[in-house]
């Protein structure tokens, strides 16, 4: 049988369109979408493995353009 996934759907998707080209701190993003860190920490890591995210260091996250 199939894994569940780890983050809700739902959640990805608040993510991604909060996110933008500028890089962004996870505080920040979880502030803004007004989910736990550890919740937003775990999405951007699924996110990042399916391409959708980019990670820049220092806690910094920012959406991938199409084609990066």
Same mark, same amino acid.
């Given at each position: @049988? ?18 933008? @080209?500028? @890089? ?11 989910? @736990? ?32």
């Amino acid at each position: @049988p199939a894994a569940a996934p780890v983050v809700e759907a739902a959640t990805l998707d608040r993510i991604l369109q909060a996110l933008g @080209p500028a @890089p962004v701190s996870l505080d920040e993003l979880a502030r803004t979408i007004e989910l @736990p860190v550890a919740a937003v920490r775990a999405a951007c890591l699924e996110l990042a493995l399916a391409g959708c995210v980019a990670h820049h260091g220092a806690q910094l996250v920012s959406r991938r353009a199409v084609g990066e």
